[in-house]
């Protein structure tokens, strides 16, 4: 299984060429072997409070959207172990909770983060793919 940061589960769906080639290669493998791809529950958070606040399009209802991301990730959830992980990160790794939230799920499922993210990247905090 892989995880993708909330902006690439939103290109998936809206703008695949927005991936990078690397990660649109690994994700039609995943899609081709049957691996699952996740999304933490935080990604569908961050979208609808992206798209209540006016900063999101979806061109659907908020509703029809995140249903459309649980039928295509597995979603997973914030628990023990993804909230000492997220907590855990050095003061240098990004302070957003939704990156620290969506990094220490990667980390406590043992899951490469697919993200463009380059302060994520920079931190060296988890296995990443862009």
């Known amino acids: 299984?892989?995880?993708?940061?909330?902006?690439?589960?939103?290109?998936?769906?809206?703008?695949?060429?927005?991936?990078?080639?690397?990660?649109?290669?690994?994700l039609e493998a995943a899609e081709a072997s049957g691996e699952a791809m996740a999304i933490s529950c935080m990604s569908l958070w961050e979208?609808?409070?992206?798209?209540?606040?006016?900063?999101l399009d979806l061109n659907m209802t908020c509703t029809e959207?995140?249903?459309?991301l649980e039928a295509d990730f597995v979603v997973l959830p914030v628990d023990r172990e993804v909230a000492l992980r997220a907590a855990?990160?050095?003061?240098?790794?990004?302070?957003?909770?939704?990156?620290?939230?969506?990094a220490g799920t990667a980390l406590a499922h043992n899951l490469?983060?697919?993200?463009?993210?380059?302060?994520?990247?920079?931190?060296?905090?988890?296995?990443?793919?862009?």
Do not use: N, Y
């Open 47 to 55: 979208i609808a409070f992206k798209h209540i606040s006016g900063e």
């Open 1 to 26: 299984m892989i995880l993708l940061d909330t902006h690439c589960a939103l290109w998936v769906e809206m703008a695949p060429e927005r991936l990078s080639q690397r990660a649109r290669v690994r």
């Open 112 to 130: 490469t983060l697919i993200t463009a993210d380059k302060r994520i990247h920079d931190s060296g905090a988890c296995t990443l793919l862009w």
């Open 65 to 68: 959207f995140l249903a459309e």
């Open 88 to 102: 855990g990160f050095p003061r240098e790794f990004p302070r957003d909770p939704m990156d620290r939230l969506i």
